[in-house]
């Protein structure tokens, strides 16, 4: 119900901007995260934006590099990757976690209600 865009392989320190569309239902009111798993490793927490968009969380790695957002509808989440580095190379999904908070962020991947089938990032050194 959620349909990740926009992975593709690009050289270290270029850009890539991930979309988060739903299919089938809208997800306006829920809260949105990026996660990701590279191969051999657990899935990690990457950014998370509330429902309203006026909140956000990023993982360390990713700070200053990284900025979520929502579309003008709230119903599409985009993730903008600048400067990129070979250690962010990982599948990318989108998550959706109902919530009743505009402000609440949440960077655990169990919270969450649903998920994308993911987009691949591959960033060559």
């Known amino acids: 119900q959620l349909v990740e865009s926009g992975g593709g392989l690009v050289q270290a320190g270029g850009s890539l901007r991930l979309s988060c569309a739903p299919s089938?239902?809208?997800?306006?009111?829920?809260?949105m995260g990026w996660f990701r798993q590279a191969p051999g490793k657990e899935r990690e927490f990457v950014t998370a934006?509330?429902?309203?968009?006026?909140?956000?969380d990023y993982a360390d790695s990713v700070k200053g590099r990284f900025t979520i957002s929502r579309g003008n509808a709230k119903n599409t989440v985009y993730l903008q990757m600048n400067n990129l580095e070979p250690e962010d190379t990982a599948v990318y999904y989108c998550?959706?976690?109902?919530?009743?908070?505009?402000?609440?962020?949440?960077?655990?991947?169990?919270?969450?209600?649903?998920w994308g089938q993911g987009t691949q990032v591959t960033v060559s050194s």
């Open positions: 934006i509330s429902r309203s968009g006026d909140s956000t």
């Open positions: 998550a959706a976690k109902r919530t009743d908070s505009d402000y609440d962020v949440f960077p655990i991947f169990q919270d969450y209600n649903y």
């Open positions: 089938g239902r809208t997800f306006a009111n829920y809260a």
